[in-house]
């Protein structure tokens, strides 16, 4: 079979009886127009059902591919349609934040200039259809991530306040002194600050699972660690770092087996593969909009709904009340018991747009390709010498990591790196700790430089990357 250097996919040459040419790939795609102009080297025919001839491609020489998923997509996102510097812009941090597609900016366009108007408390056709609207988008969310009800999605400001929702609620509800919380030296700061607030009013104890020789999560410490004083698993499905996805399945039952529950930050995850709760088995799961296509400002925490019952008010205020008395209120049910004032309207809407966006595409597919875009990155990123990818390797097929590479260059500043490419070279890459200063005092860095691509990214901005990159290693050596 033949191998397309443009899409890394295994393909089949199919000759019908009519004189137009296709190729397709394993997965069904057609990969080449009629006609294509494509020189063919074949090991074996063999004819098919329906009287075609099915060869099998040894070498292809003029071989014309269609475009591929980051291709096809790039032109739904209207910002990346620019130049910065002096060049075109080249966008590799999308694991701080991802751009927004034109539908997205419709949705909000039309939230504000049409129907802008408050939920739940009124009655005229504004507020119906703004509330139809925001509930719609609750309803979109529950479905892509397979939730068992849309009751079970809470909207919040983001990821961040999800888990503080959680640390604040059930963790102080439920904790006392001694308990354990089993946490992960690789966690966002949001999946640490907030359990080390909680720890310093109940007197539990935070326990830190490190890292094996490949930095993914030492799955047999985590496992030696828990026991019947584990009360809480919180950890990350995806590190914004490393790169390392975790298998939050076993994790979950391991946990589970002594009695503790089990919080999934799953930000890098949600927006980039298919993502069921019901399969997971986990107790919490949260994410951000704006990871996601989604604006900013808006993030969700699903909960299992037995658990959010059994969880206390985390704000006090309008619309998480059933009744209010001078002496005493009675609360609502989830998820309004947690969404207190006015909710960020305009966000959800957008977010469910963002839903809508991404589910037109499909999320296999979405994983599908940036699997492709990880082993590359990552190929070409480990030929260039001195430097160091922090994170397991991409696997035969891109599947053991995430489309991001987090590096240092031996003798280069991350900043100094990231700020050479943008201005020399209009390529966006995040610089600094990404909010993992443990992480990086654990590796032995103070900062390191991070690419990181998204579906609408393409192997050609890859290929622009390690040229600039390559480029800017050569300038800060010239002065050595």
Known sequence: MATSTHLGLRHALVLPQSSSTRVVSSSGLSLCKEFAPVKLKCRGVVRSARGGVVKAVVTVENYVAEKSLGEITKGDFPILDQEVNGYKLVYLDNAATSQ?????????????????????????????KATDEYEAAR?????FIKAPTDRE???????????????????????KEGDEIILSVAEHHSNIVPWQLVAQKTGAVLRFVELTSEETLDLEQLKGFLNERTKLVSTFHVSNVLGAINPIADIVKWAHAVGAKVLVD????????????????????????????????MGFLWGKSEVLESMPPFLGGGEMIVDVFLDRSTYASPP???????PAIGEAVGLGAAVDYLNNIGMDRIHEYEMELSKYLYE???????????????????????SLCSFTVEGIHATDLSTFLDQQHGIAVRSGHHCTQPLHRYLGINASARASLYFYNTTDEVDTFIKGLKDTIDFFSSFK
């Open 100 to 128: 927004k597609p034109e539908s997205v900016l419709k949705a909000l366009r039309d939230y504000y200039g049409g129907y802008n108007a408050n939920v739940h408390r009124g009655v005229h056709a504004l507020s119906a």
């Open 139 to 143: 309803k979109k969310i529950a479905d």
């Open 153 to 175: 999605i809470v909207f919040t400001r983001n990821a961040s306040e999800a888990i503080n929702l959680v640390a604040y609620t059930w963790g102080l509800t439920n904790l």
């Open 266 to 297: 799953a930000c890098q995850s949600v927006p980039h593969m298919p993502v069921d709760v019901q399969a997971l088995g986990a107790d919490f799961l949260v994410a951000s909009s704006h990871k996601m296509c989604g604006p900013t400002g």
């Open 336 to 342: 309004s018991r947690f969404e207190a004032g006015t």
């Open 380 to 402: 070409k990123m480990s030929e260039i010498p001195n430097v160091r990818i922090y994170g397991p390797p991409a696997g035969d097929h891109g599947e053991r990591r995430a």
